[in-house]
């Protein structure tokens, strides 16, 4: 049974930062692309970051290029996202997924595995 646990969220003042960690277990983690998605009421799911199986590849949506770096530990089968720079458009639900493959692509259905989602808020 596959799952993915976030942690680390939480509420932070604009312009702080907070760490996501999402641990995983039930299933080959070193051959799985991993994603980060958000989402907030009313509006679809969407895209926030993605890493590739081995962690020498990595992709990110616009809104948070230079501002949240995507890493990943496959020794203690976590994947990570570091926030900085948080503006309050940042408030949403983060989930954790785990890819279909050894890629992490932006669309959802490339994801098989999502875990249960964290509050991330930042105030103004």
């Known amino acids: 049974q596959v799952q993915l646990v976030e942690s680390g969220g939480g509420s932070v003042q604009a312009g702080g930062s907070l760490r996501l960690s999402c641990a995983a277990s039930?299933?080959?983690?070193?051959?799985?692309?991993m994603g980060w998605f958000r989402q907030t009421p009313g509006n679809e799911r969407e895209f926030v970051a993605a890493i590739t199986w081995s962690g020498s590849g990595t992709s990110y949506a616009d809104f948070v290029k230079g501002r949240f770096t995507i890493s990943r530990d496959n020794a203690k089968v976590t994947v990570y996202l570091q926030m900085n720079s948080l503006k309050p458009e940042d408030t949403a639900v983060y989930y954790c997924?785990?890819?279909?493959?050894?890629?992490?692509?932006?669309?959802?259905?490339?994801?098989?595995?999502w875990g249960q989602g964290i509050q991330v808020t930042v105030s103004s």
């Open positions: 997924a785990a890819a279909k493959t050894i890629y992490g692509g932006s669309v959802l259905r490339e994801y098989g595995y």
């Open positions: 039930g299933l080959t983690f070193g051959r799985s692309g």
